[in-house]
């Protein structure tokens, strides 16, 4: 993991994901502590940059408008509800902490869950809407599909 730049208002402190390497499918258990040194404004974009065997830079533009469900119900997914987190527009600064959230990682069929396997790269930025950075993750990261032999599962 590459540290969060301390003068920009989203800072990671420490992320801690488990089983190493990622198996497809299974289930990922995440862990997160940081800050947001003000509050983001309301209108942020999610920048990804995904390498392996080719450079994908897909930007989720203005992700506080998927947001706006859970805004309106003053209420997080069940799943983020223990972790006291806020879920929606504009975020407020504060500390955050999740401890072993579950992600569920799906089996990647067809010709694509041939190349799965190997050693990645993501970068996640985050933007506002002049596209200044907020903050930033780099990681890197090993991923392999779930082997079942006759003798052995993993």
């Not at 940081?34 to 209108?43: H, K």
């Not at 989720?60 to 469900?69: D, Q």
């Not at 990645?120 to 200044?132: G, H, Q």
Request: charged share 25%; aromatic share 12%; hydrophobic share 35%.
């Amino acid at each position: 993991m590459k540290r969060s730049d301390p003068y920009r208002p989203v800072i990671i402190n420490s992320i801690n994901v488990h089983p190493v390497p990622i198996i497809t499918p299974g289930t990922l258990y995440v862990s997160l502590s940081g800050n947001l040194t003000y509050d983001l404004p309301r209108r942020i974009s999610i920048q990804l940059e995904v390498r392996k065997y080719f450079i994908g830079i897909p930007t989720y533009e203005n992700i506080c408008a998927n947001l706006e469900t859970y805004e309106k119900r003053s209420r997080c997914p069940r799943r983020l509800r223990p972790f006291n987190v806020q879920c929606y527009c504009p975020f407020k600064a504060g500390v955050f902490n999740i401890k072993d959230l579950a992600v569920n990682i799906p089996k990647i069929g067809g010709h694509a869950g041939a190349f799965i396997k190997g050693e990645y790269k993501v970068k996640f930025r985050i933007l506002d809407e002049n596209r200044d950075e907020l903050g930033c993750l780099e990681l890197n990261f090993s991923m392999k599909r779930r082997h079942r032999g006759w003798l052995f599962k993993i």
